[in-house]
């Protein structure tokens, strides 16, 4: 099946594959979304075996996007973070599409796509100039999008603040492992935003992840100058974000 103005987005995390087809129209899923387990290990040929099931579970038969935890540039995984190894230097882009039939493919970072839907769909989408999404996950994700064009693969998760890497002071997991209170881990994430809107200025930065269920608890706690504002699509993002790429042609 494959509808006008409908695309599937494939989400690939640690824990799961997620994927669905979306209404381009509204940002929606047209269904629940379908979900496998990630393979352990999560080698490139068992995760292409994933998508390749979950997408015939859905009968979709045409083009996918889809993102990994991954820096991907001409389709080809840079980096790999909590996924097997193996993928780095692995052209995501050739073997999905291989594992796929041979049709179209996109494959982009994860917190790029979440970023693309929360600017087309959330509470930002009519922000003309710079907006910065973050995840807060096991790690920090983030995406630039100037004027709704995105800047793919910024990883500033990974830049560095007071010597540490951004995401080992401010992750959602480094709240639960250090066992912080939001007062405690809003100090840390004003710190890191801090940093950040001193280099890049952004007007509006999105906080996106798990933990912005929680918003209520933390974001009034933050002292960085930029307004904070939620996510608004919460899971869905990813796949949403991964469905906008392949019809848009977004192949970082
Ligand atoms: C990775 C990013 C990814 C983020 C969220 C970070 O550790 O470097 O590429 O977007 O985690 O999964």
């Not at 979304?33 to 393979?39: D, E, G, M, N, Y």
């Not at 999560?42 to 996007?65: D, F, K, N």
């Not at 540490?164 to 004003?190: H, I, T």
Request: with cysteine; proline share 4%; hydrophobic share 45%.
């Amino acid at each position: 099946m494959s509808a006008r103005g409908h695309a599937f987005g494939i989400d690939i995390g640690g824990s799961g594959v997620k994927g669905a087809e979306v209404d381009l129209t509204t940002g929606l899923l047209t269904h629940d979304r379908l979900k496998i387990a990630t393979p352990q290990p999560s080698t490139p040929a068992a995760v292409a075996a994933a998508v390749a099931e979950l997408v015939a579970q859905a009968g979709w038969t045409g083009p996918v996007g889809i993102t990994m935890p991954c820096v991907v540039l001409d389709g080809i995984a840079r980096t790999a973070a909590n996924i097997d190894q193996d993928w780095i230097g692995t052209d995501a882009r050739a073997l999905f599409s291989a594992a796929l039939g041979g049709r179209e493919v996109t494959v982009l970072n994860d917190a790029d796509a979440a970023g693309l839907a929360e600017d087309r769909y959330g509470n930002a989408r009519d922000l003309v100039g710079l907006t910065l999404l973050l995840t807060f996950g096991t790690g920090i994700g983030s995406a630039l999008l100037y004027s709704g064009v995105l800047v793919p693969n910024s990883e500033l998760g990974h830049l560095e603040i007071d010597g540490a890497d951004a995401e080992d002071l401010a992750a959602a997991s480094v709240k639960d492992n250090e066992g912080l209170d939001y007062a405690q881990w809003a100090q840390r994430v004003s710190r890191v935003l801090s940093r950040i809107e001193d280099l890049f200025w952004p007007k509006v930065i999105i906080a996106g992840g798990g933990i912005s269920r929680d918003h209520a608890q933390w974001i009034p706690l933050l002292t960085n100058r930029t307004p904070v504002i939620p996510a608004v699509l919460k899971n869905t993002a990813g796949i949403v974000g991964a469905a906008m790429a392949i019809e848009a042609g977004i192949a970082p």
